[in-house]
C-alpha cells in the first residue's frame, strides 16, 4: 500500500501560517510551484521506496511521510525546531530499518526482493 498525505494530515506537525507561507516564500508572479505538494510527493515516495516488499500499516506509512514532510517543509520556511527534527530523524532510522529487515513484526510481500546492491560495480550488480 502505498504512503499518502494530506495538507491536514501535515497539520498535525505544522501550522495552517506555516503551510501558507510554505506555498507562497520565494514564488514570483508567475510561477505555480506548490512546495508543499511537492515535498509530501517526495516524502511519500521516499517512505514508498524504503518500505516497498513489506506490509506495514497505511497509518504507519502516514505518519513517517508526514514527519519527513514537515521537517522539509520547516527547513524551507527557516529553522525546523528540536522536535521537528526529533520526529525527522526517527522515521528517518524506522523506514531504514524497514529496509533491512529489521523493523519488528513486518510481514514481507511475496515474491518481493529487497531491491538492494549486494555487490558490484556499474557494470555487475548483483541483487538478495
Do not use: H
Amino acid at each position: 500500500m502505498p504512503a499518502t498525505l494530506t495538507d491536514s494530515q501535515l497539520k498535525a506537525a505544522l501550522t495552517n501560517e506555516q503551510i501558507v507561507k510554505a506555498r507562497t516564500k520565494g514564488i514570483g508572479e508567475d510561477e505555480t510551484i506548490d512546495v508543499v505538494a511537492e515535498e509530501i510527493a517526495t516524502a511519500c515516495s521516499k517512505v514508498d521506496t524504503f518500505c516497498s516488499g513489506y506490509i506495514v500499516a497505511s497509518g504507519t506509512l502516514t505518519g513517517w511521510a508526514r514527519d519527513l514532510c514537515a521537517f522539509a517543509v520547516a527547513k524551507r520556511l527557516d529553522t525546523p525546531t528540536d522536535s521537528q527534527k526529533t520526529a525527522y530523524e526517527t522515521a528517518n532510522s524506522d523506514i531504514k530499518d524497514v529496509r533491512d529487515g529489521k523493523f519488528p513484526n513486518l510481514e514481507k510481500v511475496a515474491g518481493a526482493t529487497s531491491g538492494k546492491v549486494a555487490s558490484g560495480g556499474k557494470k555487475q550488480i548483483e541483487t538478495r
